[in-house]
């Protein structure tokens, strides 16, 4: 079985600063993770994906995440945070084999709170 | 790239109705397609898996005949709410998957069933 850990259920931080969602996750084998982020009533918008390679990927509007795989985690970060940046985030995992038709499994997600 | 539309954007219905919710990729093919269903301040629940030309995969609890899907080409998925109900009344995610491994989001459509 596979599974995500959002430990926070919100997170806030005043613009200017740096951000951190964290995020752990459980999978057989090695991993493919992901983060999404959500505006009120609407979808889920790609981030980033790490897959293979360098633990450390950057993904659309600045963000980045580290992949550390002897903690298991996953942590999405940004140097300095906007008041855009406020919505819902989305950690994901799924088996990292090949072929497509593979489940994610999605955290609780974490309320991103950006202050003036 | 990478863009997933859902139609309606929103949709009330009457119990006892049927409401269909279509997913299309639009600028790539997606052999497969998933259906969720989020309920307010939560996560997503995965309800089915789509497989263009074959029959969908559904999640423990979900009533294949009460929600039914269709993946008839590589860039369009429908889930057809049979019959529904005010339980029935959620917001209904689907995604693309592109390249075997990203799964592209829709904007959701929200059901309500009075």
């Known amino acids: 079985a596979q599974s995500v850990a959002q430990p926070e259920d919100q997170v806030n931080v005043a613009e200017g600063n740096p951000l951190t969602v964290k995020c752990t996750y459980s999978?057989?084998?090695?991993?493919?993770l992901f983060w999404y982020v959500q505006y009120p009533n609407r979808g889920l918008q790609f981030l980033l994906k790490?897959?293979?390679?360098?633990?450390l990927v950057k993904g659309s509007y600045g963000f980045e995440a580290e992949f550390n795989k002897s903690q298991t985690s996953f942590h999405l970060k940004k140097p300095s945070a906007l008041v855009s940046d406020s919505a819902l985030y989305f950690c994901a995992v799924r088996r990292g084999v090949t072929g497509g038709g593979n489940k994610l499994t999605f955290g609780t997600g974490t309320q991103l709170k950006v202050e003036l | 790239g990478a863009v997933v539309s859902q139609h309606p954007s929103w949709v009330i219905c009457k119990s006892g109705t049927s409401v269909k919710i279509e997913c299309r990729s639009l600028d790539f093919q997606a052999t497969t397609m998933f259906w969720y269903r989020q309920f307010p301040k939560q996560s997503l629940m995965l309800m089915a898996t789509?497989?263009?030309?074959?029959?969908?995969?559904?999640e423990q609890g979900v009533e294949k005949d009460k929600f039914l899907i269709n993946h008839a080409s590589l860039t369009l998925s429908t889930l057809t709410v049979t019959s529904a109900h005010p339980e029935d009344s959620s917001f209904y995610i689907c995604s693309a998957e592109r390249g075997s491994d990203t799964q592209y989001f829709g904007p959701g459509t929200r059901l309500t069933v009075l």
């Open positions: 999978v057989s084998g090695n991993p493919y």
């Open positions: 789509s497989n263009e030309g074959s029959k969908a995969t559904y």
């Open positions: 790490y897959i293979t390679g360098d633990n």
